[in-house]
T-cell receptor, first 110, second 117 residues
Framework: AQSVTQPDIHITVSEGASLELRCNYSYGATPYLFWYVQSPGQGLQLLLKYFSGDTLVQGIKGFEAEFKRSQSSFNLRKPSVHWSDAAEYFCLLDTDKLIFGTGTRLQVFP | GAVVSQHPSRVICKSGTSVKIECRSLDFQATTMFWYRQFPKKSLMLMATSNEGSKATYEQGVEKDKFLINHASLTLSTLTVTSAHPEDSSFYIC?????????????FGPGTRLTVL
């Protein structure tokens, strides 16, 4: 079955700390994977995407994600978090349908 | 980038009434649009795929007679929640892809918050 799992519902970090948001997927073929961010009162914004090629992809706002086929993972990272990064983050698996993870809410403390 | 709008942004209605939500692609033509529902625990669920000029494809468990989808043009899809009930209160989001830009990238509307009293 095709699925996306974001194990962490809520993460709290201090400003300036590093961040890793986990995303695991289940799909038999090569996946198209995305990370989206939803800021309060705003719509969803694409951070980055993986189709093929380099397994480390760079996105906007200093985010990056690494595709690891052996672990069926596509974790999102940022070396130094800013207070404005506080938002809800969604991992998306694009197969013949679009499957979202349940989201991870990020809180950033000053 | 490609812009998708939704109208209205918020709507409050009485139980039993119907509510129509519009999704428009403002600067591109979208042969396919998607409708999602965001549940209180924040998970986004795909409700249906809206195809211009043909019937929508509904996901399992979504009542097609309750959530009517019409995709009459390449820039407009509508979702009508018929005989709304309080449990239909939710955040509804549409998305579309621009085949001339990046066919697999979805551009999302800002969402419509529906509250059924």
């Amino acid at each position: 079955a095709q699925s996306v799992t974001q194990p962490d519902i809520h993460i709290t970090v201090s400003e300036g700390a590093s961040l890793e948001l986990r995303c695991n997927y289940s799909y038999g073929a090569t996946p198209y994977l995305f990370w989206y961010v939803q800021s309060p009162g705003q719509g969803l914004q694409l951070l980055l995407k993986y189709f093929s090629g380099d397994t480390l992809v760079q996105g906007i706002k200093g985010f990056e994600a690494e595709f690891k086929r052996s672990q069926s993972s596509f974790n999102l990272r940022k070396p130094s978090v800013h207070w404005s990064d506080a938002a809800e983050y969604f991992c998306l698996l694009d197969t013949d349908k679009l499957i979202f993870g349940t989201g991870t809410r990020l809180q950033v403390f000053p | 980038g490609a812009v998708v709008s939704q109208h209205p942004s918020r709507v409050i209605c009485k139980s039993g009434t119907s509510v129509k939500i519009e999704c428009r692609s403002l600067d591109f033509q979208a042969t396919t649009m998607f409708w999602y529902r965001q549940f209180p625990k924040k998970s986004l669920m795909l409700m249906a795929t809206s195809n211009e000029g043909s019937k929508a494809t509904y996901e399992q468990g979504v009542e097609k007679d309750k959530f009517l989808i019409n995709h009459a043009s390449l820039t407009l899809s509508t979702l009508t929640v018929t005989s709304a009930h309080p449990e239909d209160s939710s955040f509804y989001i549409c998305s579309a892809s621009d085949p001339q830009r990046s066919p697999n990238e979805q551009f999302f509307g800002p969402g419509t918050r529906l509250t059924v009293l």
